[in-house]
């Protein structure tokens, strides 16, 4: 158990290559390239996978499952599943919250050994999109207002029907233009681990 008089250190770490936006990494989840860096990070330092008292992961994209980022990976990595688990989020200092947090448990709590580190994959992050919300509900709302084809549109008077009132209608809703594709930009997929521990005897 770490005492307050005892450093704690990094014993080793590991990270996955670099690789571009929609590139060789386009397909995988964050947490299992963070699952692939803590198994070598585990193997590299010799530590035990049940010895890792807990894990904490920094991620900014926390976007439905990968809220549960660090519990994802902790069992992606072959952890037992009582090991316990945290996400932090502090933006692009995220990784570096996560050992910071990390540390911050063992000086604490007592901790021997945790697993710290940051994942991430922007490629298979979703766009945002305020307006998609209230854009899909008008046009659902649209889209039940209008009868079959070719019924007369009590509003067009003689000689016009639904379809032209539709027609017109989504030239309306086109006049902004198809939406534009997002930049190409260079994307460091980088999956860091670290694990920690106390001094104790060797360090």
């Given at each position: ?8 250190v990094i014993v080793d770490g590991a990270r996955t290559p670099t690789g571009n936006h929609g590139g060789v990494f386009k397909d995988p989840p964050a ?173």
């Open positions: 158990m770490t005492s307050p008089d005892q450093r704690i947490h299992e390239l963070g699952a692939v860096a803590a198994r070598a990070a585990l193997t590299r330092s010799a530590v035990p996978a049940d010895a890792i008292e807990e894990v904490v992961m920094g991620c900014i994209g926390q976007v439905g499952p990968d809220a549960y980022n660090a519990r994802r990976v902790a069992i992606a990595a072959g952890l037992p599943v009582s090991t316990p688990a945290y996400t932090v989020n502090r933006l692009c200092g995220s990784g570096l919250q996560a050992i910071w947090s990390a540390s911050m448990e063992m000086r604490w709590n007592g901790l021997d050994f945790a697993l710290a580190g940051g994942d991430e994959s922007m490629t298979r992050m979703p766009f945002y999109d305020f307006e998609a919300r209230r854009q899909k509900a008008v046009n659902r709302a649209h889209a039940k207002s209008v009868p079959a084809a070719n019924a007369p549109s009590p509003r067009s008077g003689p000689g016009k029907s639904w379809p032209s009132y539709a027609a017109a209608h989504a030239d309306h809703c086109d006049r902004a233009g198809p939406p534009r594709p997002a930049p190409r930009r260079s994307e460091p997929l980088c999956r860091m681990k670290v694990v920690l521990r106390s001094s104790h005897d060797r360090y």
